[in-house]
């Protein structure tokens, strides 16, 4: 449905798209994740033809966005960072202008009520834009976004503005979506991406770091199961067993975090459970654990790692290039 | 381009735009109608169409300050380049609405040629020659207002280069018997000289040549605001 290759867009010299490639299939639920700048915002506005990008190809529905744009822009539904709404329009002329805007072919009043019920915003319908609450202007875009019933709906930060019931609700209206539309959105926020796509793209600095569903991401990187314990016991000694009970690859301390107990991380050989035999040898000599636990990565870890490693190798390679 | 033209044509009466330019031609047309034709009982009405030029190219630019201007600072010309229609075809809306709007300010003028012809029969030739020559220079001021609205973001800053080049238009005329004995720079200023041409149209006389003058002139003026938003793309 979406396929993009090598896109990369430069402005002057900076770089803000750096040969990006992904394809997204009919159907797909595909968030697009990454800290502000990142360059979230110029790839959907390279793929909706907004703006050109310096290299490379973005086809949607199998048309290309640069050769064929109208029949590309027919098959999108759009809702920018900032809903591109007419604020001296009422929400019927607006949503009317739009239909025609995009030459809609289906009917015009049930196709346009269809859609202010799905997005609920039948209650503010004859309503002046410039009057409505930030809520209410998001729904109105996704709405513009909707008409005509594009096959690809590409949503940028589309639960910007929304108070939290509002955000359970486009939530869950996306979901629904996503069963007869191929939807790309873009968030910062993991969770929403998490609940809602069944895919996720995660850019860094105009890079694609990661492509891959929420669950194969967090095993990837949580390949390293290490395990934090607090015991109470001198440091040496209780590091000293640590490393000798078998299964375990290494063990480091992390220092005293409270008065007399440290804090260590235990890494156990792949696939070996090492917790019962630490907690016995340690019973044993009466050390007491005070705590225990594994720590397995969320999405937000991943996260983290990733647009930091990023960060930290692109300075890398500043540095490498200036020597 | 249908879309553009009715929702752009709407908005001048959804702000003070529209009837600030009706309420203006009107008082000015009529204040020209009293002095030229009823004070002095002359029932040619091509002195109102002469002096209505200056006020026509100092209020224009008020029309088009906000065409594209805007656009770019609400963000919804996202939703105008995003659409399935072409980037002419989202000009020529604004350019016909904004025209459309210049025309209906017009309409007064016959009102005019009505009332004199309750006196005298009127020379109706003269009189649609000259509602020629002033919808031509409107349309042209009208297609250099909007190149100048998609080059910024203000509409203050639009308005203003707008008036610029209309005030540079006008005083064109003066130049060109300035440099009408340097041959080549006195030919361009010639070329150049709008109200030269719209003086011949107020006459009654229809020169083929001035009207496609100023024709392929708002043609230039169209297709360069159309790169304008074509080159944004690619910066």
């Known amino acids: 449905m979406i396929e993009v290759k090598n896109l990369t867009k430069r402005y002057g010299s900076?770089?803000?798209?750096?040969?990006?490639?992904?394809?997204?299939?009919?159907?797909?639920?595909?968030?697009?994740?990454?800290?502000?700048?990142?360059?979230?915002?110029?790839?959907?506005?390279?793929?909706?033809?907004?703006?050109?990008?310096?290299?490379?190809?973005?086809?949607?529905?199998?048309?290309?966005?640069?050769?064929?744009?109208?029949?590309?822009?027919?098959?999108?539904?759009?809702?920018?960072?900032?809903?591109?709404?007419?604020?001296?329009?009422?929400?019927?002329?607006?949503?009317?202008?739009?239909?025609?805007?995009?030459?809609?072919?289906?009917?015009?009043?049930?196709?346009?009520?269809?859609?202010?019920?799905?997005?609920?915003?039948?209650?503010?319908?004859?309503?002046?834009?410039?009057?409505?609450?930030?809520?209410?202007?998001?729904?109105?875009?996704?709405?513009?976004?909707?008409?005509?019933?594009?096959?690809?709906?590409?949503?940028?930060?589309?639960?910007?503005?929304?108070?939290?019931?509002?955000?359970?609700?486009?939530?869950?209206?996306?979901?629904?979506?996503?069963?007869?539309?191929?939807?790309?959105?873009?968030?910062?926020?993991?969770?929403?991406?998490?609940?809602?796509?069944?895919?996720?793209?995660?850019?860094?600095?105009?890079?694609?770091?990661?492509?891959?569903?929420?669950?194969?991401?967090?095993?990837?990187?949580?390949?390293?199961?290490?395990?934090?314990?607090?015991?109470?016991?001198?440091?040496?000694?209780?590091?000293?067993?640590?490393?000798?009970?078998?299964?375990?690859?290494?063990?480091?301390?992390?220092?005293?975090?409270?008065?007399?107990?440290?804090?260590?991380?235990?890494?156990?050989?792949?696939?070996?459970?090492?917790?019962?035999?630490?907690?016995?040898?340690?019973?044993?000599?009466?050390?007491?654990?005070?705590?225990?636990?594994?720590?397995?990565?969320?999405?937000?870890?991943?996260?983290?790692?990733?647009?930091?490693?990023?960060l930290s190798m692109a300075r890398k390679n500043k540095k490498g290039g200036r020597a | 381009m249908g879309a553009v033209f009715k929702r752009e044509f709407k908005s001048f009466f959804t702000s003070p735009v529209g009837y600030v330019l009706l309420a203006v031609m009107t008082c000015a047309s009529g204040f020209f109608f009293f002095v030229f034709n009823i004070y002095s009982g002359i029932a040619d009405l091509s002195y109102v169409f002469s002096n209505l030029f200056t006020v026509v190219l100092l209020i224009l630019p008020i029309l088009t300050m906000r065409l594209f201007s805007d656009e770019k600072r609400q963000k919804t010309d996202q939703a105008l380049l995003t659409s399935p229609s072409s980037l002419t075809g989202i000009v020529l809306g604004k350019f016909f609405a904004a025209l459309l709007m210049f025309v209906l300010s017009l309409v007064i003028l016959l009102v005019f040629a009505v009332v004199i012809a309750f006196q005298v029969t009127p020379s109706w030739s003269v009189i649609i020659g000259n509602f020629l020559g002033l919808i031509l220079v409107g349309g042209l001021v009208i297609s250099i207002g909007l190149l100048i609205s998609s080059l910024t973001e203000s509409q203050l800053i639009a308005a203003i280069g707008t008036l610029g080049v209309s005030v540079a238009l006008m005083m064109m005329d003066s130049l060109t018997t300035i440099f009408s004995n340097i041959p080549a720079v006195g030919t361009v200023v010639n070329f150049l000289s709008v109200s030269q041409k719209y003086t011949e149209f107020t006459s009654g006389i229809l020169n083929y040549a001035y009207v496609i003058f100023f024709i392929s002139m708002q043609a230039l003026f169209i297709f360069l605001t159309v790169r304008v938003l074509d080159r944004k793309r690619w910066s």
Not at chain 1, 26 to 31: A, F, I, K, P
Not at chain 1, 177 to 206: F, M, P, W, Y
Not at chain 1, 246 to 275: C, F, H, M, W
Not at chain 1, 294 to 308: A, G, K, Q, W
Request: proline share 4%; net charge negative.
């Open chain 1, 14 to 310: 900076h770089l803000a798209v750096n040969d990006i490639s992904f394809s997204v299939d009919e159907g797909e639920v595909v968030g697009f994740l990454g800290p502000n700048g990142a360059g979230k915002s110029t790839t959907m506005n390279i793929l909706t033809g907004y703006l050109s990008a310096s290299s490379g190809v973005a086809k949607i529905n199998g048309f290309d966005i640069l050769e064929k744009p109208n029949q590309a822009k027919a098959s999108i539904g759009y809702l920018p960072e900032q809903p591109p709404l007419y604020l001296d329009m009422t929400v019927r002329e607006y949503l009317d202008f739009m239909y025609d805007l995009k030459k809609c072919k289906l009917s015009r009043e049930t196709h346009i009520a269809e859609i202010c019920r799905l997005v609920k915003i039948e209650g503010v319908y004859g309503r002046l834009i410039k009057n409505l609450s930030k809520g209410y202007r998001q729904r109105v875009g996704l709405a513009q976004a909707l008409i005509g019933n594009p096959p690809v709906l590409i949503l940028d930060e589309p639960t910007v503005g929304l108070d939290p019931n509002q955000i359970i609700e486009i939530r869950s209206l996306i979901k629904n979506l996503g069963k007869h539309h191929t939807v790309i959105l873009s968030s910062h926020i993991l969770q929403e991406i998490e609940a809602v796509c069944d895919r996720i793209i995660i850019i860094n600095q105009g890079n694609l770091v990661a492509d891959d569903s929420a669950a194969n991401l967090t095993r990837k990187y949580s390949s390293d199961r290490r395990i934090l314990l607090r015991v109470a016991g001198g440091e040496e000694d209780v590091l000293g067993l640590l490393s000798r009970v078998p299964g375990v690859q290494n063990a480091v301390s992390l220092g005293e975090k409270e008065p007399g107990i440290y804090e260590y991380a235990v890494t156990p050989v792949e696939g070996q459970d090492v917790r019962r035999e630490i907690s016995t040898r340690l019973a044993a000599r009466n050390w007491l654990i005070m705590g225990m636990r594994s720590m397995e990565m969320t999405l937000e870890d991943v996260f983290v790692s990733l647009t930091r490693e990023n």
